[in-house]
Nanobody, 120 residues
């Protein structure tokens, strides 16, 4: 069982930045792909960004150029740096790890989420 604990969310003004972190338990983090998802009220959960075990990344078009996903395997931690935040980025952000090393692998574990609220 892998536990994922997100942190770093909060209230930020439009145009500001936040860095989300996700601490993973267990020793398999480094060999699995990992992702950030978000879910706004009344909307479906959507992919924000994903990173393979080898460091390849993919981004949702809405976040491309404004966010950077990264991982520190020594610390078993996943990060999401978000810049130029918009009101529509307000959502609960979840980290997840996949069943395999490819970011196309199915999700295996979810974190509990961290709230990001962008104000005008």
């Amino acid at each position: 069982q892998v536990q994922l604990v997100e942190s770093g969310g909060g209230l930020v003004q439009a145009g500001g930045s936040l860095r989300l972190s996700c601490a993973a338990s267990g020793s398999i983090f480094s060999i699995k792909a990992a992702s950030w998802y978000r879910q706004a009220p009344g909307k479906e959960r959507e992919l924000v960004a994903a990173i393979s075990s080898g460091g390849s990344t993919v981004y949702a078009s809405s976040m491309k150029g404004r966010s950077t996903i990264s991982r520190d395997n020594d610390k078993n931690t996943l990060y999401l740096q978000m810049n130029s935040l918009k009101l529509e980025d307000t959502a609960m952000y979840y980290c997840a790890t996949q069943t395999g090393g490819s970011y196309n692998s199915p999700i295996r574990y979810w974190g509990q989420g961290t709230q990001v609220t962008v104000s005008s």
